[in-house]
């Protein structure tokens, strides 16, 4: 209501936008899961249904929201790029759970997700943060605190073995998605690196290209209709993104 005693509230309102002209990255992260795996009976250390739902409200939320150009997601958190992601993922979450969870109806507590906005100024910032995420997971991907105690600072090697002994698993005959994590993205025609023109990469000193409205419009036509894949891939050496020039650029 206008000019009414009220509303000076609003000047309690402070601006929080985020840089221009970065890669803006959400890393949303489940709220209390150490507890949801215990109430819903997750698969130690590595629960398909659990990542399933993960994944599915990933997809929903790059589906309904064009800018978000790629997901990455291990165990309960998931990063993206671009804002107000936090609850189309929460609500898909909630909307997909008994897909994958067909017995176990959720209860109260609903599951909830925080989120976080981090600015990214280069490209090989961005790089690195995906890197960073996916070495952490494959890391230090033992959830149990006593495990990740005895695994710090502990050798790969030595790291297979305590999850031969502990959890009788094999590290190498895994599944794709419990060792490398899952990433989202739109699936266009892959780019074969070798014939790939460099000078049509992407070159993070450039200036920002400004687009004219009708090739904004465009774009996100194209986007909108794009395929949306989610796949098990090793997001830190080039070549995922050498195939697929357009997800950072
Ligand atoms: P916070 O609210 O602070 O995030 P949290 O209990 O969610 O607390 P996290 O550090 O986010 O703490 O850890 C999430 C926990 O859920 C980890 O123990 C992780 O292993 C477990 N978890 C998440 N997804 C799965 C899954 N698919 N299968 C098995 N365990 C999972
Ligand atoms: P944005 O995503 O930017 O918030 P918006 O379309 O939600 O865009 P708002 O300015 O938030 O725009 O306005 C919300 C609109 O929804 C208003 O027109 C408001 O009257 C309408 N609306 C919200 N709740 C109800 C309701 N319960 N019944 C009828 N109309 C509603
Ligand atoms: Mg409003
Ligand atoms: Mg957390
Ligand atoms: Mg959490
Ligand atoms: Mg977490």
């Not at 920002?208 to 036509?221: H, R």
């Amino acid at each position: 209501m206008a000019n009414s005693k009220f509303e000076y509230v609003r000047e309690f309102e402070q601006p929080d936008s985020l840089l221009r002209n970065t890669w803006i990255v959400v890393r949303v992260d489940g709220r209390a899961f150490t507890k949801m795996c215990a109430r819903y009976g997750f698969e130690k250390p590595n629960d398909r249904r659990a990542l399933d739902v993960m994944n599915a409200a990933a997809k929903a939320v790059v589906a309904d929201l064009p800018e978000v150009t790629i997901a990455y997601g291990v165990s309960d958190e998931y990063s993206k790029l671009v804002s107000t992601i936090v609850s189309t993922f929460t609500a898909n979450y909630v909307h997909c759970w008994s897909t994958y969870f067909p017995d176990t109806p959720l209860s109260f507590p609903l599951p909830t997700f925080d989120g976080r906005a981090v600015c990214y100024p280069t490209v090989q910032n961005l790089r690195d943060y995906m890197s960073w995420r996916q070495a952490d997971f494959q890391l230090g991907g033992l959830d149990n605190k006593e495990a990740e105690k005895t695994l710090a600072g502990t050798l790969a090697a030595d790291k297979n073995e305590i999850l031969f002994s502990r959890f009788n698993i094999n590290y190498n005959n895994e599944p794709e998605i419990f060792r490398k994590g899952s990433v989202v993205f739109r699936d266009y025609e892959l780019v074969d690196p070798a014939s790939h023109n460099t000078a049509d990469a992407v070159d993070e000193l450039a200036e920002p290209v400004q687009q004219s409205k009708t090739q904004n419009e465009n774009d996100k036509k194209r986007r909108s209709k794009a395929r949306i894949v989610v796949e098990h891939l090793d997001i830190i050496r080039d070549d995922f993104w050498d195939r697929r020039p357009w997800i950072l650029s």
